[in-house]
T-cell receptor
Framework: DSGVTQTPKHLITATGQRVTLRCSPRSGDLSVYWYQQSLDQGLQFLIQYYNGEERAKGNILERFSAQQFPDLHSELNLSSLELGDSALYFC????????????????FGEGSWLTVV | GQQLNQSPQSMFIQEGEDVSMNCTSSSIFNTWLWYKQDPGEGPVLLIALYKAGELTSNGRLTAQFGITRKDSFLNISASIPSDVGIYFCAGRASSGSARQLTFGSGTQLTVLP
């Protein structure tokens, strides 16, 4: 158990709908990352937050957004869903925002399986 | 962007054999991480490396941070059936504005009885 908690574990929804994925980081971790993993794309970095502020953006679509709340949990919002959005969405956390050293190490949650039909 | 090449893409080995996989990058890294992912699960951290030349073991697993800071390898000794899974390397560049982890494409390991 990495200590990173994600809900829901599985989600099936229709095209055009909107879903919210939730993540609680490890205790003491200030940085949260979201990744998307699909069969043909591997692990793709979406976005990072550190202590409530957006820190870095990766390949995140405009239809997707995220935020980190004062209690450090994070939500990833996916809207106008398309079939191609079906994937495993992982949250990960680390102590530091990526400035070096062991605090950099990120720990992954078990993921949220999203199926868009 | 950073390029990270992981090889081999897949391996079929007999139980008891040793395994070696590696990653090379186009950039100098300050961190190398090795993860294992089982189907439908999140990647689990196996070994973290933070200094060039560092050699770290975790049970039957050994990983090294290459001296050039552009490569890393993972060795698994005396493989067992539960070693089956996908192994990912990940690295973080030592400079640049987007110091995000870059992941390799993974090595699918199959252990035959």
């Amino acid at each position: 158990d990495s200590g990173v908690t994600q809900t829901p574990k599985h989600l099936i929804t229709a095209t055009g709908q909107r879903v919210t994925l939730r993540c609680s980081p490890r205790s003491g971790d200030l940085s949260v990352y979201w990744y998307q993993q699909s069969l043909d794309q591997g692990l793709q970095f979406l976005i990072q937050y550190y202590n409530g502020e957006e820190r870095a953006k990766g390949n995140i679509l405009e239809r997707f957004s995220a935020q980190q709340f004062p209690d450090l949990h994070s939500e990833l919002n996916l809207s106008s869903l398309e079939l191609g959005d079906s994937a495993l969405y992982f949250c990960a956390s680390s102590i530091t925002p990526g400035t070096g050293g062991s605090g950099n190490t990120i720990y992954f949650g078990e993921g949220s399986w999203l199926t868009v039909v | 962007g950073q390029q990270l090449n992981q090889s081999p893409q897949s391996m079929f080995i007999q139980e008891g054999e040793d395994v070696s996989m590696n990653c090379t990058s186009s950039s100098i890294f300050n961190t190398w991480l090795w993860y294992k992912q089982d189907p439908g699960e999140g990647p689990v951290l196996l070994i973290a490396l933070y200094k060039a030349g560092e050699l770290t073991s975790n049970g039957r697993l050994t990983a090294q941070f290459g001296i050039t800071r552009k490569d890393s390898f993972l060795n698994i000794s005396a493989s067992i059936p539960s070693d089956v899974g996908i192994y990912f390397c990940a690295g973080r560049a030592s400079s640049g504005s987007a110091r995000q982890l870059t992941f390799g494409s993974g090595t699918q390991l199959t252990v035959l009885p």
